[in-house]
């Protein structure tokens, strides 16, 4: 930090003095009055100094709250991410249901599941409030679906 100090002092410094001419008339100065006017900027940097410091501080308390934000908002995309793979395990089972004999038990337990994932499917999904926000998730599934058919 004391670097960054240094540096933004001379940073500050060489920004006062805006040429020769500047530097020359701070020279002509009697040493006191040198003194001071370096002793001010250093007041002045000192308190830029704690102002980042501060900042610097709110800001990994931002960080540290966004964190837990985003776990509790996870679980939300993570529950409407599963939903979406039942609904497209659905769209893909119907078509192979229609393929079977009906009233075989093949058909009777392949119903049953289509039956058991539709009854989740709507119960969590109007506790939610999901909509499709991964494309590419969706994208990955239609070539499995398309294998079903």
Not at 47 to 72: D, G, H, M, P, Y
Not at 104 to 110: G, R, V, Y
Not at 130 to 149: S, V
Request: glycine share 2%; hydrophobic share 35%; net charge negative.
């Amino acid at each position: 930090m004391k670097n960054s100090a240094l540096l933004v002092f001379l940073l500050f410094f060489s920004s006062l003095s805006f040429g020769q001419g500047i530097i020359t008339q701070f020279s002509n100065l009697p040493k006191t009055e040198q003194e001071k006017i370096v002793e001010e900027n250093f007041k002045v940097l000192h308190a830029l100094v704690k102002e980042l410091e501060s900042t610097v501080a709110r800001i990994e308390e931002n960080k540290a709250e966004i964190k837990k934000l985003q776990k509790q908002i996870n679980p939300q995309h993570d529950l409407c991410l599963a939903l979406f793979l039942i609904e497209a395990e659905l769209k893909s089972m119907r078509p192979q249901l229609s393929k079977m004999p009906e009233g075989s038990p093949e058909h009777k337990k392949f119903n049953q599941n289509i039956l058991y994932y539709q009854e989740v499917y709507n119960l969590e999904i109007e506790k939610t409030s999901c909509e499709p926000q991964e494309p590419i998730a969706k994208d990955k599934l239609q070539p499995q679906e398309a294998i079903h058919h």
